[in-house]
């Protein structure tokens, strides 16, 4: 085959890893395929709703003053939940507000498309509805796609297929996936007007709320979220899935019951669900990325090498997906007609910090799968609160003695300094 009949990247998955890799290497004058197997970019999607700004910014700056982002967030939330009680830790902070703003609210339907789009207008050859099937391969490189009867080649093929990336499966770069990895996500988006949605959450207009909630899973190792959008609330969980069986719970059980919890339905009330969504998300950070992230003519970028972060008050998928495919665009660049980018691709990812961070909150998923972090703790943390709060006429115990008896009746000292060691060695 002739070089003007390949592509210099053919790009598989039209998310934010893949979109990303698209828009630089199309700007950048390469011949690029972008394929996604939905009918448009974002329609198989589900997040639970944040993008960290500065990965657009990387991309192109001021790109994300044209996205369809939702609000800028402010108001950071940690809610645990007791079983009709709630403590919230509501810290607001308007620096994450001004001038490029910190991180946006977002929808993944409307922002896939979009960002697909802005690809597309860069050169980039958008081509919806088309589902990989195959890798071609050639004197053990990997030179192209097949797509139904469609052979198609390219010099470098970018895996940018998702959390179970079945491209690099196909390439022997990864083993099907094992419960042990990975969370499942379930997110209803429940609409409600703007102004009632910043009434019920302190907020200004165009400012979001993000809240990590704990003590919502049933006791099923995970946890939730909740994130305000400009006329709806996100509002999820992501569980552990071996856990959710072994409990015999189901997800949807599970989701009814946070809705009903006196603390969220209020935040709720009145809203209508449009849209309910399921999704898995990497869990073990850098622990479930692949030893190999490339072979000859191949990489992978985004979940499908496993990069997100859950670090228990934040979670780091879209932007670093979004870094990985700049990352891949940028070896890819910087190594003319090169099929073996990979070395170049490794080098990027340590350049942008990408590699460093994931190392760097190796162990947190350790410390998050400690079931007293979901069902001991946030109950002990509420009734904490109402030895504070409660009167009731009659003579209160003595605070310390009060507060030892909650303590003691949750956990041990013994089992209170392992998590303590196990806290302090996962930062
Ligand atoms: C419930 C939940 C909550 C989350 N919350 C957050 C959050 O708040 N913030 C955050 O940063 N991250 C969050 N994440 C993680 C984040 O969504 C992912 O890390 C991010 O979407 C990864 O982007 P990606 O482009 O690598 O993969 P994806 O977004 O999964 O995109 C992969 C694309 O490839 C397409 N595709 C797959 N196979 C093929 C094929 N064979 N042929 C053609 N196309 C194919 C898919 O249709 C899809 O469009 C969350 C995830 C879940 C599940």
Redesign the pocket.
Known sequence: MSDEEKFDAII???????AACAYVLAKNGKSVLL????TS?GS????????YTYALELVEPGLYQEAPLERKVVREQIMMLGNSSAMTMDYVDYDFGKEVPQSYSVLRAPF?EWFAAQAEAQGAMLAPG???DELLEADGKIVGIKAGDDEIYATVVIA????NS??AQKAGLRKDIDAHSVGV?A?EIIELPEQVIEDRFNLNGGEGAARVLVGCSGGVLGGG?LYTNKSSISL?V?LNPEDLADQGKSIHEIMQELKMHPAIYPLIKDGTTVEYGA???PETGYHAMPKDLYRDGLIM????AGM?VNTGTI?????L?IVSGVAAAQAILKNENVSNVGPAYVKELEDLDLTPTMKLYANFHELMSNRRMVTVYPKMANEMMKVLFAVDGKLPERMDKAMLKVLKKHVTFGQLLADGWRGFKAV
């Not at 598989?12 to 893949?18: F, V």
């Not at 940018?160 to 959390?163: C, H, K, N, P, Y």
């Open positions: 598989i998955g039209a998310g934010p890893a893949g394929v996604e197997r939905g970019a198989k999607n589900v997040t639970g709703g944040r993008l896939d088309i589902l990989v940018a297929d998702g959390v079945f491209i996500g997110k979220f999820g992501v999704h898995l998300v970028v985004g979940d499908a997100v979670i780091r998928g879209i932007d997906a």
